[in-house]
């Protein structure tokens, strides 16, 4: 019998992965996180683009005071760094089934693998937290160099309780 040489059947197929998913997030929550901060983004590039007509932006922003001049534009970044987590929040939304935290090829990721992803054999301790200003919730990453990452639970449609258990058994 003849051997087939078809180099299709020796490539790897491209979505031929380990992923284990281990939280969701919740629709209703995300949407309206997505909703209100979208709001609150284009509003703040719209007050920051105001200057009366006559006057150009520049010399607007100079006549209230020479830090505005640097406090625009770090203003701006931080709304082009808000706008794209809100855009990767987005796209897990409505291409990648809500998966909020998963496993794939070893590491834990959170979002998508440029916003976080931990190797598992990194990982130190894993614990139910608060973080933040307003203490919100989270799980608590410990890694072995002693920096912590947090994977907030807010919007997931589990409890951190939940999603913690399912971590350990994993890990």
């Given at each position: ?63 209230r005071g020479e830090f505005w001049l640097l406090v625009y534009p770090l203003g701006w ?91 350990k058994v994993t890990n």
């Open positions: 019998m003849s051997q087939i040489n078809d180099p299709l059947a020796k490539a790897p197929k491209p979505f031929d992965r380990s992923v284990m998913v281990i939280a969701w997030f919740s629709k209703p929550k995300a949407v309206s996180y997505l909703i209100a901060g979208l709001f609150i983004v284009g509003l703040l590039f719209i007050v920051t683009l105001y200057h009366p007509s006559g006057t150009s932006l520049v010399a607007y922003t100079r006549s970044l931080a709304g082009i760094a808000a706008f794209l987590m809100l855009i990767a929040l987005l796209k897990q939304l409505a291409f990648m089934r809500a998966n909020a935290v998963w496993i794939e090829n070893g590491r834990i990721v959170y979002l998508n693998k440029w916003f976080m992803a931990v190797r598992r054999s990194d990982i130190k301790s894993i614990a139910v937290g608060s973080w933040g200003t307003w203490r919100r919730p989270g799980i608590i990453l410990t890694l072995r160099n002693g920096q912590k990452k947090v994977i907030p639970t807010g919007i997931l449609s589990e409890p951190s309780d939940v999603v913690l258990s399912r971590l």
